[in-house]
């Protein structure tokens, strides 16, 4: 349908609100829960026979009733609370709410990416190396993208397989990768900025991101989006397509798809070997990604429905490893043959993502249930492409190119019942809101081994096929339960407790709990705090994942904390991380419809998992040796350019922030149109309180691991900016600056005449990325109310990260830093959209 002309879009909102709305009348320009509360409700009626069809949608949190478009302050929300409806401007804890409109408006091709533009919170890697540049992740305050629970439509999603397991912020991390979820099927992100693992579980730690989709029973909307980037590279195509149609006139389905292809992006500096800069490590890697969901609903009775969701991704991706020069062949003439200008191996990944959701849903004497079974699986079967063995080509005079080097495979299965109830008590003037609940969770995680190509003797060059002794199969179960309990002490003074207990078969016993409180002394006032206790517990890949990555004069392997080698160096088995958070906020108007809000946080992390064990040289070589790994015969030559170690509980920290956000809109006249202001800014610290120590007192952590998880998050992040909408709907043009703030990292120093070796394992250089100023534009022109087309440019001015020093540079190659949740390393992309709609 055509969008009405004073129609807006706001960018965020540090808080839930009118930001979220996908079509609002300028009247509801609001901040939903930064607005203090000017009334409270006493209770609701009982509901009657005949409206229990309509509420039963209510009761459906991810209902179109219970949709941002409802308008303004009224706009429910899901996250966060345990409250059937729920009002936006009623919230206790901070929650942003981010339209599809808004997501679509950021030019971006993927969920990550438009996440990225809009959230001051939400930060992802610069870039990434081997295969851990091929999955998509991101950070909520700074912390690893395993601290961050991600929910779609309010269920727990299973994570990647493919773990990230080269040096950096992100290392050890399986994330949700949000990519693999159609953009065209999501109808807006919720992201709770609190501790919410008394509600939700593991990984609540940082916060929740709740991912709802599309349901509405009609239309059809279809979006093209090409652009390329400002050193002509990179070209992106992404094609999004979703409908809707009714099932009798009790039901829906709603079917979703996206089409995107990257290109490759190349921003090596020249290698020292060859003085040119045939060497493509650092860059965009290439991918195909296919994505589809369909989700439906029925009611089966007036107070009975059930639901249905099912999601499926495919994506192919490559990604350049380090040069090999024609003469490291020398001594192998068949390879020489083949690669008689040298090679650059392309570690290459074949995906398939796909989880199905089942459940009914209804309303008996006033109680509310939901019966929901979720089962999600990610396979990742990781290969080399122009490649070698050179053993292999040695002892048998076959010469292959291509290799199955690796396959993992991550399942869930969650199981869950919800009851809630709002009761009236006699004596009492406020409605007692009890939630409870109980899960079951079956976790696997498995390795698979390499072909025999792969695995003979040194390995596929770049990359070692996986054998035997490190591979496996494995599982853990989890059950646990919860309670809430949610009410009014006195008419403008809110209450929310909640705590949880869960059991896992393999690392013991959790509970956590949380208390949240909202006082508005004024109807343009509100104060809000909370104080909570999380976990994370440790993947089953932070468990028992191994790998060695091969460079021509390096290499850096993960073997598993309860493996032979780990042993003998003094590992012990993981336990979760435990985490204390607390946060205090004002929201408030203090003249008309000018919202702001500003939270302060503190979370002190415990027992946190990072690379821990850290054994170099002769040390390194006899630990992979005993788990298996067979390396070049020159290793033992490389010192500590051969590393090795394995997941520990090795630090605490504490992270400590303050989140702003202000909106405010400006009618310029009924014949022009209106201008919507916002800001938002995130600033955010982590600092080291504690390390463990090896047996014989050396830290675990190395002055670059401690960057790794205390500055390589930027210190700051602000996006300011506004939008303007012309009076006839016609036009719309939005202008934003971000301000990426300063990281700071320990590089490592090579020697030699081309940078082939490392100086030290355990002496570095500082580093510090400057803050960056990166400036979008989006100029749309709508020609008729069912067809626009926008031309965009996300850094407009092509800024890029600062360059890293010659001599922290290996081979010379990386002159920007992968390593960092900063400003990334493709600078600008300008792009052309067209939109349809029926």
């Known amino acids: 349908m055509a969008r009405p002309a004073n129609i807006t879009r706001p960018l965020f909102l540090g808080t839930t609100s009118v930001l979220c709305l996908l079509a609002e009348p300028v009247h509801a320009q609001n901040t939903s829960s930064s607005l203090p509360k000017q009334h409270q409700t006493t209770g609701k009626k009982a509901p009657t026979a005949s409206s229990r069809a309509r509420q039963l949608t209510v009761s459906d949190p991810h209902s179109v009733a219970a949709q941002p478009a409802t308008g303004g302050t009224e706009a429910v929300i899901v996250t966060g609370t345990r409250e059937i409806g729920k009002k936006a401007r009623d919230s206790i804890s901070p929650v942003d709410i981010i339209t599809a409109r808004q997501l679509s408006e950021t030019g971006m091709p993927s969920l990550r990416e438009a996440l990225t533009q809009l959230a001051p919170s939400l930060t992802m890697p610069t870039s990434g190396y081997d295969a851990g540049a091929l999955t998509s992740a991101f950070s909520l305050r700074g912390l690893s993208p395993n601290e961050t629970l991600v929910l779609v439509d309010g269920k727990r999603r299973h994570t990647t397989a493919n773990i990230y397991a080269d040096p950096g912020p992100q290392q050890g991390s399986t994330p949700v990768d949000v990519d693999m979820i159609p953009l065209a099927a999501i109808d807006h992100v919720e992201i709770l900025r609190d501790g919410a693992s008394a509600q939700y579980g593991s990984d609540a730690v940082a916060g929740v991101v709740n991912i709802i989709l599309k349901k509405q029973d009609h239309g059809f909307h279809a979006q093209s989006l090409t652009g390329i980037t400002a050193s002509k590279d990179g070209f992106e195509q992404g094609l999004y397509m979703d409908g809707g149609a009714k099932l009798t006139d009790r039901g829906y389905i709603h079917v979703s798809g996206d089409y995107v292809h990257e290109d490759h992006t190349y921003r090596s500096a020249p290698d020292l070997r060859t003085n040119t800069k045939i060497n493509k490590l650092l860059g965009q890697p290439e991918q195909t990604r296919e994505t589809v969901a369909v989700k439906a609903g029925y009611h089966i009775l007036d107070n009975l429905e059930a639901y249905a969701v099912a999601t499926y991704a495919h994506r192919h991706a490559e990604s350049f490893q380090n040069y090999r020069t024609a003469s ?29 959701t089942a459940g009914l849903r209804g309303e008996i004497d006033n109680w509310h249930w939901d019966l929901s079974s979720v089962y999600g699986r990610d396979y990742d079967q990781i290969g080399i492409a122009n490649s070698a063995n050179l053993a292999l080509s040695t002892a048998t005079g076959r010469t292959p190119t291509k290799f199955d080097a690796q396959g993992y495979n991550n399942e869930q299965w969650s199981n869950t019942f919800d009851l809630s109830k709002a009761f009236h008590i006699p004596g009492w003037p406020y409605a007692i809101n009890v939630a409870g609940g109980a899960s079951y969770r079956y976790e696997s995680y ?34 646990g339960g919860y309670i809430d309990v949610a009410t009014h002490l006195a008419k403008n003074v809110q209450l929310d407790l909640a705590g949880r207990y869960e059991h896992y078969t393999d690392v013991g016993d959790t509970e956590t709990g949380k208390a949240a409180l909202r006082y508005d002394p004024l109807p343009w006032l509100g104060l809000r705090a909370t104080i909570s206790n999380g976990f994370h517990a440790p993947t089953l890949a932070q468990e028992y994942y191994s790998a060695v990555a091969v460079s021509p004069t390096a290499a850096r392997g993960i073997i598993a904390a309860n493996s032979p080698g780990a042993r003998a160096n003094g590992a012990n088995a993981l336990k979760p991380e435990r985490s204390t958070n607390v946060s205090g906020g004002i929201v408030l108007e203090p003249v008309k419809r000018l919202h702001i809000t500003a939270d302060v946080y503190q979370i002190n992390l415990r027992d946190q998992i990072l690379p821990g064990g850290n054994v170099y040289g002769t040390d390194a070589l006899s630990a992979l040796q005993m788990n298996g790994f067979t390396l070049p015969n020159d290793a033992a030559t490389w010192g500590s350019s051969l590393s090795t170690h394995w997941f520990a509980n090795v630090a ?106 490392s100086v030290s ?78």
């Open 761 to 838: 394992a355990y002496s570095f250089t500082q580093f510090h990325n400057t803050p960056k100023f990166v400036t979008n534009l989006d100029i749309t022109y709508r020609v008729m109310p069912q067809l626009s087309f926008t031309l965009g440019a996300n850094n407009l001015f092509n800024a890029l990260p600062s360059r890293v020093p010659d001599s922290n540079r290996y081979l010379g190659v990386p002159q920007y830093y992968m390593s960092t949740s900063q400003l990334g390393i493709n600078g600008g992309f300008y792009y052309l959209k067209a939109d349809v709609r029926f």
């Open 652 to 757: 605490s920290t504490r992270t400590q922030g303050l989140d702003i956000t202000a909106t405010y809109p400006t009618e310029l006249s009924p014949t022009i149109g209106r201008i919507d202001w916002d800001v938002g800014i995130n600033l955010n610290r982590t600092r080291l309180t504690h390390q463990s120590a090896a047996a014989d007192g050396t830290p675990l952590l190395t002055a670059q691991s401690i960057a790794y998880i205390t500055t390589a998050y930027p210190r700051s992040k602000m996006i300011w900016g506004g939008r303007f909408t012309s009076s006839d709907g016609k036009w719309t043009v939005g202008v934003h600056e971000i301000r990426w703030g300063q990281t700071t990292s320990e590089l490592t120093d090579y020697t030699g005449a081309t940078n082939s070796a």
């Open 328 to 356: 490291s062949l020398d001594n192998y003439p068949a390879y020489a043959a083949i690669y008689p200008n040298g090679y650059s191996p392309v570690m290459t990944m074949d995906e398939n993502d796909w989880e199905v």
């Open 446 to 479: 498995s390795i698979g081994t390499g072909s025999a190509d792969s695995t003979y003797s040194s390995g596929s060059d770049a990359l070692q096929g996986t054998v035997a002794a490190n591979a496996g199969n494995y599982s853990r179960d989890v059950v």
